[in-house]
């Protein structure tokens, strides 16, 4: 099996990653449209209307389909553990951010849209145990290879795959100027969750980021 580092296979990463205990604690009810804005969602939607709340119950997938999402950043770059965190937070949420700024209307001054998902997403990623992979590629070509390979698979970039570019006001320099003139630097790809049997053909290929 074939690793990032060029032999060493990490075997945490099939395994869903490092687990860290956490107290356990409440969980408020989520909405697949919006949410954690209850209030709002309430105003926005009449009774008689509204869509249904569907109450979060981590660890109950509907089926024993293992869904993950896994992040590959760039090693090289050498990135600030608060600089790693935001990165790692954009190709996180780039699913997500994508999905609302396509379909964000301006209404009763603010802002609203509504998220769509794939059941199998909610119901055994959104709706289970949220598992992320983050590992590493040596520098950008090797991670460039992981967006070849989504590709050769059938993935499309903006849909399954992000790619997370930082606009260099902190602490990199810039790579490379974009179509606007602006300088920027590739830092890392997002994937959005999908099961496990589809994205490790990836994932394997790569170490944890360590």
């Known amino acids: 099996m074939e690793s990032g580092n060029g032999g060493r296979v990490i075997q945490e990463y099939y395994d869903g990653g490092i687990n860290t205990e956490e107290e356990e604690r409440p969980i408020p009810d989520q909405c697949l449209c919006i949410a954690n804005f209850k209030s709002f969602y309430k105003m926005l939607y009449p009774e008689d209307i509204r869509p249904k709340v569907i109450p979060f119950q981590g660890g109950q997938a509907k089926n024993n389909l293992k869904y993950k999402q896994i992040i590959i950043v760039r090693k090289d770059l050498q990135l600030s553990p608060r600089k790693l965190a935001a990165q790692f937070s954009h190709a996180s949420m ?3 951010t994508t999905q609302i700024r396509g379909e964000a209307k301006y209404q009763m001054e603010c802002y609203t849209a509504v998220l769509s998902f794939g059941r199998e997403i909610y119901e055994n990623w959104i709706n289970d145990e949220f598992t992320k992979c983050i ?9 460039l290879k992981a967006k070849r390979m989504a590709e050769d698979s059938g993935m499309e970039e ?3 795959f992000f790619l997370i570019w930082d606009h260099c006001h902190t602490e ?9 003139g602006n300088g920027r630097t ?4 997002g994937f959005r969750p ?7 053909g990836i994932g394997r290929k790569y170490q944890l980021y360590v």
Not at 194 to 200: G, L, T, V, Y
């Open 194 to 200: 999908m099961a496990a049997n589809k994205i490790d």
């Open 94 to 96: 780039a699913f997500l």
């Open 172 to 180: 990199l320099k810039p790579e490379e100027i974009d179509s606007d």
């Open 158 to 160: 903006g849909t399954d």
């Open 135 to 143: 590992l590493e590629a040596g520098n950008k070509a090797q991670l």
């Open 186 to 189: 590739l830092t890392c790809i």
